[in-house]
């Protein structure tokens, strides 16, 4: 436990904890800001190649990780297409790869909310006068709690995820190293317990996030 | 909702800056090294002194030796640090690197169960004790991950005369492509035979009933290199924060502090770029 201590009050430490809520919180942000617009838009709009559309995002929920890490290794690596862009072993490119496993979440989750809404509500707008873009504010303002449950699972996928940004990051001390990337350092160093600990923070940490959240949200409420 | 909105954002907005405002060095180079020298610790302990006399951050990716030399191959490194001579010929070769030079040695050791089932504690001939593992069947832990260390175990079993497999009936090879940490916790989990570099393993702490069990054999040493990167093929790469790196690697401010590093007052590696094997 003396190696638990020394660690969690280091600055490294603080440090690491701070990059995994802030790439985590970036990429569900933009996660967020794409696919709040398009799941809303599967639900409502009526456009050609909406159904296939919706069978690729729900598809993409089980997108594994470690091949978007490659995928994007490749991008960004400063041999590929995107290398200009010097993002490979940075917190960019941890937020972009973190940003495609959870938009697709993210789409779904809102547009299975929706629909339902749509459903129920959608006749009643439309008799309004509203038309079906028009109508997307009013179900979304009515789907709060549902889209507030789609963007924590989206976050949800991206601080617990490993795959992605062990690759396209490094886990590089001090720079691109996570909550994940550092237990999957300390196992392989042997630490085994003080692993663990790092695992019970990092859900005690995503727990807090959620609570946050549901707060915030129920606040707004009253 | 729209109120709900904007506070979520700004907090991710918030979260989002500090990550982007956290490092702020005046230079910073990527060196591509291998597990065992970010598992055994010996990297975040003598780097920092190199960053406080350069003011040069070393940004560590650590990687088995193949992926390390494809990816600084690929331009993604700006130098490499790895262990297994016959691949960095070739990287040598194919015109990525250019000087090499070695900084360290050590010896890779054989471990296993202190049970011993294949009987080989004591000995001091890996050939010999591989050829006894593969003959009494005993499980063995390989790394399978192209590494330094997979490519010394590679060489000893073509020296045995057999590259075991599960495909030809080894069930007792078990190859879990893994680092040198991942390999040592999964030998350690069922009490298995493998090669370790000895840093990783003096430095392990989940060793649980294994023990270094073949040791001294002179086909069991272990160099380690740092090799710049052509500039010539490698245009964009830090070259001259990486001569500088390499530079103070084998000057005696960098082998003194390669020499003090102990685990549990036992040297991990020795200083060598004075007289280089």
Redesign the interface.
């Known amino acids: 436990m003396t190696d638990f201590w020394t660690t969690v009050g280091s600055g490294e430490f603080v440090?690491i904890v701070?990059?995994s809520?802030?790439?985590s919180?970036?990429a569900?942000?933009l996660a967020?800001l794409l696919g709040l617009p398009l799941g809303a838009s599967l639900a409502v709009l009526r456009f050609a190649g909406r159904r296939p559309l919706i069978i690729v995002i729900n598809a993409l929920l089980g997108l594994p990780p470690v091949v978007v890490g490659l995928v994007l290794y490749l991008l960004l690596?400063?041999?590929?297409p995107l290398?200009e862009l010097g993002l490979?072993?940075t917190?960019?490119g941890m937020?972009a790869a973190q940003t495609i496993l959870a938009t697709p979440i993210v789409a779904a989750l809102v547009h299975r909310a929706m629909n339902g809404l749509w459903t129920d509500y959608g006749g009643a707008l439309l008799v309004d006068g509203a038309t079906r873009l028009r109508a997307i504010p009013t179900l979304?303002?009515m789907g709060?709690l549902p889209i507030?449950t789609a963007?924590l699972a989206g976050f949800g996928r991206t601080i617990s995820e490993v795959g992605a940004i062990l690759v396209v990051g490094?886990?590089?001390?001090?720079?691109?190293r996570t909550m994940t990337t550092a237990i999957a350092?300390e196992?392989?160093?042997?630490?085994?317990g003080l692993a663990l600990s790092l695992g019970l923070v990092l859900i005690g940490i995503s727990v807090a996030v959620s609570a946050t959240?549901f707060a915030?949200?129920s606040g707004?409420r009253r | 909702m729209m109120k709900v909105t904007r506070r979520l954002l700004a907090c991710l907005f918030a979260a989002g800056m500090t990550t982007s405002a956290t490092s702020a060095a005046a230079e910073s180079i990527v060196l591509a090294s291998t597990t065992s020298l970010q598992d055994s610790g010996l990297l975040a302990n003598i780097l920092p002194a190199f960053t406080a006399a350069t003011g040069i951050e070393v940004r560590v990716v650590a990687q088995g030796t193949g992926q390390a030399l494809a990816t600084a191959a690929r331009g993604d490194a700006d130098l490499v640090l790895v262990h297994d001579p016959e691949a960095e010929d070739k990287f040598i070769a194919e015109g990525h690197g250019g000087e090499r030079r070695q900084i360290a040695r050590n010896d890779f050791v054989i471990v296993g169960p202190v049970s011993d089932p294949a009987k080989i504690g004591g000995g001091h001939d890996a050939v010999a004790a591989f050829g006894l593992i593969a003959k009494a069947g005993a499980p063995f832990v390989a790394r399978g991950d192209k590494s330094g260390t997979d490519a010394l175990e590679k060489r000893l079993w073509r020296k045995v005369g057999r590259q075991p497999s599960l495909a030809s009936g080894d069930g007792w090879y078990k190859d879990i492509g893994g680092g040198m940490g991942a390999a040592l916790n999964a030998a350690a989990g069922i009490g298995a035979y493998t090669l370790s570099d000895r840093g990783t393993w003096l430095s392990f702490a989940n060793k649980a009933e294994l023990k270094a069990l073949v040791e001294g054999d002179p086909g069991l040493l272990n160099r380690y290199d740092v090799i710049l990167l052509d500039p010539k093929k490698h245009p964009i790469a830090k070259h001259d924060a990486a001569r500088r790196l390499s530079d103070w690697l084998v000057s005696t401010a960098g082998q003194a502090a390669i020499g003090a590093y102990t685990k549990q007052g036992q040297q991990l590696f020795n200083p060598s770029a004075a007289a280089p094997k």
């Open positions: 440090r701070a990059l809520l802030g790439v919180l970036s569900t942000g967020v690596s400063r041999s590929g290398g490979l072993f917190p960019g937020v979304l303002a709060r507030l963007a490094g886990n590089i001390a001090g720079y691109t350092l196992t392989s160093k042997g630490n085994l959240a915030l949200a707004d």
